[in-house]
């Protein structure tokens, strides 16, 4: 499986998985699809949403981790100085949290519905959580 589709609400998003760069953590968010939860705003990450996560652990460490992910590049953070979350960015972002900026693993790129990610984030924005879920693509 290379990909996965997320659903924002009634949004539809298809990701490529980055297995090269990502390996462990791509191989590990695969075995928790298919993945439901809720999405919220960030809260200093600028125009991202993100699934807080609290102390789950995924069992990865950092891997082609970055602070300035591009709309539709979606992190993992491993925890460590903040929580264990989920990075959604629907625009311009730079990762960070109360303690400071940080670093998530890019494992996953939106490839499809780029065009609906600024909907997405307004929902978030003026709508409040959203479901979102990652559902397997079999090839």
């Given at each position: 499986m290379d990909r996965v589709r997320i659903t924002v609400g009634d949004l539809q998003f298809v990701a490529r998985f980055e297995n090269d760069a990502a390996p462990e953590t791509c191989a590990a968010f695969k075995e928790l699809l298919p993945y439901h939860q809720k999405l919220?705003?960030?809260r200093w990450s600028g125009e991202s949403a993100w699934i807080p996560l609290?102390?789950?652990k995924l069992g990865v460490g950092?891997?082609?981790h970055l602070s300035y992910p591009a709309p539709g590049h979606i992190l993992f953070y491993p925890g460590g100085y903040s929580?264990?979350?989920i990075l959604f960015p629907y625009g311009p972002s730079c990762f960070a949290s109360k303690m400071g900026q940080l670093a998530g693993?890019?494992?996953l790129t939106?490839?499809?519905g780029l065009e609906r990610l600024p909907e997405a984030g307004r929902r978030v924005v003026w709508n409040g959580a959203?479901?979102?879920s990652f559902l397997p693509i079999e090839s």
């Open positions: 919220i705003q960030a609290g102390e789950f950092f891997e082609n929580e264990t979350e693993n890019h494992f939106i490839v499809e959203q479901d979102i």
